[in-house]
Antibody, heavy 117, light 105 residues
């Protein structure tokens, strides 16, 4: 059974970089795409981007200029970096595993990130 | 981006009622449409994939339909545990979600 666990700071200052890691257990990262999805307070879900085990990544055009998603060399985790954050980036950040038809069956529990000085 | 529009934004129904939620895509997405249920404070749970395929373990009272630009999620016999928000998501191109439908009893 694949398990995903997000980790990282819960508080980030405006203009700084939000950095999160998703640890993957129970499955090889060398398959499928692996995504980051976020949910702002009281809002819906927004796909941030995803990465393949080769390192190839694709991003939401609305965030692409500020986002980098990469796979750890150990192939047991992948990470998110979101630069120049503002309070609008506050919310719950989830990692998830993409399936071939693009649905998200497996999700991490999510981690709350607040952007505030 | 492909925009996803759900209706209604919210609904209130009684236990045992049949409920229909609709999702419309701004461009044709064939059958690349998925439905999720999210209870307050919980992780989204995949209900339906590829427009009409029930995810393993999901009760059969959930039914998905449609193709192209218009899709539906039907709950036949609403149960108390079905409260929460329902989201559609297209996977035809860069993934986008609908804004959600809040279901109350």
């Amino acid at each position: 059974q694949v398990l995903l666990q997000e980790s990282g700071p819960g508080l980030v200052k405006p203009s700084e970089t939000l950095s999160l890691i998703c640890n993957v257990s129970g499955d090889s990262i060398s398959s499928f795409y692996w995504s980051w999805i976020r949910q702002s307070p009281g809002q819906g879900l927004e796909w941030i981007g995803s990465v393949y085990h080769s390192g190839a990544a694709k991003y939401n055009p609305s965030l692409e200029s500020r986002v980098t998603i990469s796979v750890d060399t150990s192939r047991t985790s992948f990470s998110l970096k979101l630069r120049s954050v503002s309070p609008d980036d506050t919310g719950v950040y989830y990692c998830a595993r993409d399936r071939p038809l693009g649905d998200f069956l497996v999700w991490g529990r999510g981690t709350w990130v607040t952007v505030s000085s | 981006d492909i925009q996803m529009t759900q209706s209604p934004p919210s609904l209130s129904a009684s236990v045992g009622d049949s409920v229909i939620i609709t999702c419309r895509a701004s461009h044709s997405i064939s059958f690349y449409l998925n439905w999720y249920h999210q209870r307050p404070g919980r992780v989204p749970n995949l209900l339906i994939r590829a427009a009409s395929t029930l995810q393993s373990g999901v009760p059969s009272r959930f039914t998905g339909g449609g193709s192209g630009t218009d899709f539906t999620l039907t709950i036949n016999g609403l149960q108390p545990e079905d409260v929460g928000n329902y989201y559609c998501q297209q996977s035809y191109s860069i993934p986008t979600f609908g804004q959600g439908t809040r279901v109350e009893i």
